[in-house]
């Protein structure tokens, strides 16, 4: 049953990852362009005020700061960067930079939760960073330094707010949804202020604008977000953050079947490496002990009297 069940979770926590890495392309596709801030705010905003609002639960005690804490670090600064990173890097440098957050994790987890530095572990970073790198860096891929200094930002708040999410857990009584609200909440109203003061509104919004705004808000926050916590209730903090690998192979499949961008041999050998490192982060499911064989007693049956 514990095989099962891991492997369920490990499935499940890998699509959040997967839809967040669908957001170079909308980013570039369906949104306005130059807007990251205003980006960030749609996405986290309006799903964390309807999940509050169906709710109706609210942090309590320690868990306001906490609250705030872990909504910026999970949900605005990180959705402020990540975005910046996706407007100032090709897609697949973006999701480059945005995935080194396992070696953060490793070290964070080392101080704060006590988890030990493997070997096994270190290996599948040096695999998942080769294994990217191959995947998404083509010939000529431009580097801008904001880019750049964005994603490894967006790294470090993605390795902090997991290493935090599993150090405090969840509050007894309070839904899986309701905690992803109280985020996601926090997040959009952290970012709102810079949105209008930096960016402002865009002129106009079309309808193509509003069904990419509500894609990364349902299915790219909520949904996902849901997905993400529940995994790093269940699994090793190491082992989720693995599972962002799957956004960078998920925004190369996107760009092949989208946008025509072909996967040479190289990419496809990075992607199969990938998949190796995540596999290898992932824990062993634990197997069922044998039946437990007795030895006979040395006792001998009594025997009934005639």
Same mark, same amino acid.
């Given at each position: 049953?514990?095989?099962?069940?891991?492997?369920?979770?490990?499935?499940?926590?890998?699509?959040?990852?997967?839809?967040?890495?669908?957001?170079?392309?909308?980013?570039?596709?369906?949104?306005?362009?130059?807007?990251?801030?205003?980006?960030?705010?749609?996405?986290?905003?309006?799903?964390?005020?309807?999940?509050?609002?169906?709710?109706?639960?609210?942090?309590?005690?320690?868990?306001?700061?906490?609250?705030?804490?872990?909504?910026?670090?999970?949900?605005?600064?990180?959705?402020?960067?990540?975005?910046?990173?996706?407007?100032?890097?090709?897609?697949?440098?973006?999701?480059?930079?945005?995935?080194?957050?396992?070696?953060?994790?490793?070290?964070?987890?080392?101080?704060?939760?006590?988890?030990?530095?493997?070997?096994?572990?270190?290996?599948?970073?040096?695999?998942?960073?080769?294994?990217?790198?191959?995947?998404?860096?083509?010939?000529?891929?431009?580097?801008?330094?904001?880019?750049?200094?964005?994603?490894?930002?967006?790294?470090?708040?993605?390795?902090?707010?997991?290493?935090?999410?599993?150090?405090?857990?969840?509050?007894?009584?309070?839904?899986?949804?309701?905690?992803?609200?109280?985020?996601? &909440? $926090?997040? =959009?109203?952290? %970012? #709102?202020?810079?949105? !209008?003061?930096?960016?402002?509104?865009? @002129?106009? +919004?079309?309808?193509?604008?509003?069904?990419?705004?509500?894609?990364?808000?349902?299915?790219?926050?909520?949904?996902?977000?849901?997905?993400?916590?529940?995994?790093?209730?269940?699994?090793?903090?190491?082992?989720?953050?693995?599972?962002?690998?799957?956004?960078?192979?998920?925004? &190369? $499949?996107? =760009?092949?079947? %989208? #946008?025509?961008?072909? !996967?040479?041999?190289?990419?496809?050998? @990075?992607? +199969?490496?990938?998949?190796?490192?995540?596999?290898?982060?992932?824990?062993?499911?634990?197997?069922?002990?044998?039946?437990?064989?007795?030895?006979?007693?040395?006792?001998?049956?009594?025997?009934?009297?005639?």
């Amino acid at each position: 049953m514990r095989s099962k069940s891991t492997v369920l979770d490990v499935s499940l926590t890998a699509l959040a990852p997967a839809v967040w890495g669908s957001t170079y392309l909308v980013t570039t596709q369906l949104l306005p362009p130059d807007r990251p801030l205003l980006a960030a705010t749609v996405r986290a905003l309006p799903a964390g005020l309807i999940v509050l609002a169906a709710t109706r639960v609210l942090p309590r005690g320690v868990w306001w700061w906490r609250a705030v804490v872990l909504g910026v670090l999970n949900i605005g600064a990180f959705f402020c960067l990540l975005f910046v990173a996706a407007y100032h890097l090709p897609g697949g440098v973006a999701a480059l930079m945005v995935s080194a957050q396992p070696v953060f994790v490793l070290v964070l987890s080392a101080l704060l939760l006590g988890e030990a530095i493997t070997r096994r572990h270190l290996a599948s970073c040096v695999l998942g960073a080769a294994g990217i790198a191959m995947l998404v860096l083509r010939a000529g891929a431009g580097v801008d330094t904001i880019g750049v200094l964005s994603g490894i930002g967006g790294a470090v708040c993605m390795a902090s707010g997991v290493v935090l999410t599993k150090r405090w857990g969840r509050p007894a009584g309070v839904t899986l949804l309701a905690f992803t609200g109280w985020q996601l &909440a $926090v997040g =959009g109203i952290a %970012v #709102l202020p810079l949105a !209008l003061v930096l960016e402002g509104l865009p @002129g106009q +919004v079309s309808a193509v604008n509003v069904a990419g705004f509500a894609y990364l808000s349902v299915v790219g926050a909520l949904l996902a977000y849901a997905l993400w916590f529940r995994g790093i209730e269940r699994l090793p903090a190491l082992a989720v953050s693995f599972l962002g690998f799957a956004s960078p192979v998920a925004a &190369a $499949v996107l =760009g092949y079947l %989208v #946008l025509g961008q072909g !996967l040479s041999p190289v990419q496809a050998a @990075g992607a +199969v490496i990938v998949i190796v490192a995540v596999v290898l982060a992932q824990p062993r499911p634990l197997k069922p002990r044998p039946a437990e064989i007795r030895p006979p007693s040395s006792r001998t049956l009594p025997t009934s009297s005639s």
